[in-house]
Antibody, heavy 119, light 107 residues
């Protein structure tokens, strides 16, 4: 069974770049059976899909964040990552990595990591 | 972008009662590409049920969904103590994939 674990700094300064990694266990990041993605949830609010990557390497981003987001894969570490540039306080949220079974865009989530944007 | 609205915001019920949660979309969702998640305090959301009526692994049959087009319903037939949580709907018919604001089911 796939398990996902986020890692990265819990505090990022305004205008800097938020960087998170997601380590996949119980399966290969190269598997064509899954898509890989990131979702965030501001305190007290509903989730927001950030973007996803499919096995071909193609990425799909939420247009509201597309100009600031990059999702990439490191196959040697069985990880995928998120970079969000020029952050502000409104980017403060719990960030989740997630897998989607190929053919459907439902999500199975990691445990999440809180990222606070503050000076 | 498809905007999802959930009602009620909070549902106050007792164990053993029936819960009916609503999710309304700003435009028709093709092929019932709608999913429901449960989130307990301090935990990640968990996929419950999606599509026509596919339950995720380990989800009991007291959870069911109905509806089509723009109006969908999640029903919990008999509330168990572990069902008190926040429930979110999500559409995956069109990118960007969007979530509703949630319904809290409380005792």
């Amino acid at each position: 069974q796939l398990q996902l674990q986020e890692s990265g700094p819990g505090l990022v300064k305004p205008s800097e770049t938020l960087s998170l990694n997601c380590t996949v266990s119980g399966g290969s990041i190269n598997s064509p059976s899954y898509f890989w993605g990131w979702i965030r949830q501001p305190p007290g609010k509903g989730p927001e899909w950030i973007g996803s990557m499919i096995f071909s390497g193609n990425t799909y981003y939420n247009p509201s964040l597309e100009s600031r987001v990059t999702i990439s894969v490191d196959t040697s570490k069985n990880q995928f990552s998120l970079k969000l540039s020029s952050v502000t306080a409104t980017d403060t949220a719990v960030y989740y990595c997630a897998s989607s079974p190929r053919g459907t865009w439902t999500f199975n989530w990691g445990q999440g990591t809180l990222v606070t944007v503050s000076s | 972008e498809v905007v999802l609205t959930q009602s009620p915001g909070t549902l106050s019920l007792s164990p053993g009662e029936r819960a009916t949660l609503s999710c309304r979309a700003s435009q028709s969702i093709r092929s019932n590409y709608l999913a429901w998640y449960q989130q307990k305090f301090g935990q990640a959301p968990r996929l419950l049920i999606y599509g026509a009526s596919s339950r995720a692994t380990g989800i009991p049959d007291r959870f069911s969904i109905s509806g089509s087009g723009t109006d969908f319903t999640l029903t919990i037939s008999t509330l168990e103590p572990e069902d008190f949580a926040v429930y979110y709907c999500q559409q995956y018919a069109a990118s960007p994939f969007t979530f509703g604001p949630g319904t809290t089911v409380e005792i």
